[in-house]
């Protein structure tokens, strides 16, 4: 059995994290995390984190209430469900919040997947020529 090749592997490689996932702004265990890479904002960003969660954590039945229905109205959108499927269907669970402070990441991840996308075929254009 052979493996990839080097070339391939390094072209196509991307270190992606679970903040990639439109969902993971809907998990409120965020909350018990206890550090957060300096990189990305270190310890002011974890504590706007659990910030986040304790208000999500904290409002009421009539609050959490409000807050799908203006969520379930942004998960039926047409546009959004046509663009952005991932994102709408998670919608409804998502904290804003966190879903915010989460953004710039997740942009850069996607970032970093589309970079090795260009490298794949950038790869595959030159074998194509030789």
């Known amino acids: ?6 070339e391939i592997l390094q072209a196509g490689m991307v270190r992606l994290t679970g903040l990639i996932h439109a969902s993971a702004a809907a998990q409120l265990w965020w909350n018990h995390l206890e550090g957060w890479p300096e990189e990305l904002g270190g310890r002011a960003v974890l504590e706007k984190i659990h910030a986040c969660c304790r208000r999500a954590l904290d409002r009421s039945p009539t609050e ?17 469900q046509e663009t952005r499927p991932e994102e709408a269907m998670h919608m409804p669970m998502v ?8 953004g710039p990441e997740r942009r850069r991840q996607h970032g970093e ?3 090795a996308i260009d490298r794949m075929c950038e790869l595959v254009d030159r074998q194509r020529t030789r």
């Open 113 to 115: 997947m589309r970079n």
């Open 95 to 102: 904290d804003p919040g966190l879903d915010e402070i989460f």
């Open 64 to 80: 959490r209430q409000q807050t799908m229905n203006l969520l379930q109205r942004l998960q039926n959108d047409q546009r959004l």
């Open 1 to 6: 059995m052979r493996g990839l090749p080097t």
